[in-house]
T-cell receptor
Framework: DTAVSQTPKYLVTQMGNDKSIKCEQN?????MYWYKQDSKKFLKIMFS???????INETVPNRFSPKSPDKAHLNLHINSLELGDSAVYFC???????????FGPGTRLLVL | AQKVTQAQTEISVVEKEDVTLDCVYE???????LFWYKQPPSGELVFLIR??????QNEISGRYSWNFQKSTSSFNFTITASQVVDSAVYFC??????????????FGTGTRLTIIP
């Protein structure tokens, strides 16, 4: 009965590879987000989706491509991974009716 | 543009002491929301509280209390009788009211709290 889940939890890969992170929420929320937490713990928004439509794209390199197949899922595909992409990626969701965003457990990505 | 400042990078206190985490924010909007999240060593982000800009009432939840003062643009968090389980990084965050996915959380840089047994 996890509210916001992400897979995988850990991801170790080589530079230049392509990888995807999946997020699912069972809260019935209509808005989902991706945030990046860097090595200094700084959290910054990357994308938001509302009812499967991209709303916020916060100057993220176009190697990052989010996809929302339905309101309960928001995936993040990253092409040509670089060392600087190493971070923890958090998915979050909320309903339009109230402001609180609930976060998934995070995906720890390490690019070697 | 919105901004959140958590000037305290790290705090250490002995168990059972009280501790206050400071948060100062900047926004031009009249309607906004303030949050505190906890990130324990296990890494997840746990929602603690939300406050909207029209509600300056202080809130208490068990050992936790929050003091919201619009006059000083501050939203401080106090833990009373701290426990080892309170050890975590605490983030203050701000969201301006936009609707339909346009609202984003702007986080402070976090305060790492260590409770010494």
């Amino acid at each position: 009965d996890t509210a916001v889940s992400q897979t995988p939890k850990y991801l170790v890969t080589q530079m230049g590879n392509d990888k995807s992170i999946k997020c699912e929420q069972n809260l019935g929320h209509d808005t989902m987000y991706w945030y990046k937490q860097d090595s200094k713990k700084f959290l910054k928004i990357m994308f938001s989706y509302n009812n499967k439509e991209l709303i916020i794209n916060e100057t993220v390199p176009n190697r990052f491509s989010p996809k929302s197949p339905d309101k309960a899922h928001l995936n993040l595909h990253i092409n040509s991974l670089e060392l600087g992409d190493s971070a923890v990626y958090f998915c979050a969701s909320r309903t339009s009716l109230q402001e609180t965003q609930y976060f998934g457990p995070g995906t720890r990505l390490l690019v070697l | 543009a919105q901004k959140v400042t958590q000037a305290q990078t790290e705090i250490s206190v002995v168990e059972k002491e009280d501790v206050t985490l400071d948060c100062v924010y900047e926004t031009r909007d009249t309607t906004y929301y303030l949050f505190w999240y906890k990130q324990p060593p296990s890494g997840e982000l746990v929602f603690l509280i939300r406050r909207n800009s029209f509600d300056e009432q202080n809130e208490i939840s068990g050992r936790y209390s929050w003091n919201f003062q619009k006059s000083t643009s501050s939203f401080n968090f106090t833990i009373t009788a701290s426990q080892v389980v309170d050890s975590a990084v605490y983030f203050c965050a701000l969201s301006e009211a936009r609707g339909f996915g346009n609202e984003k959380l702007t986080f402070g840089t976090g305060t790492r709290l260590t409770i010494i047994p």
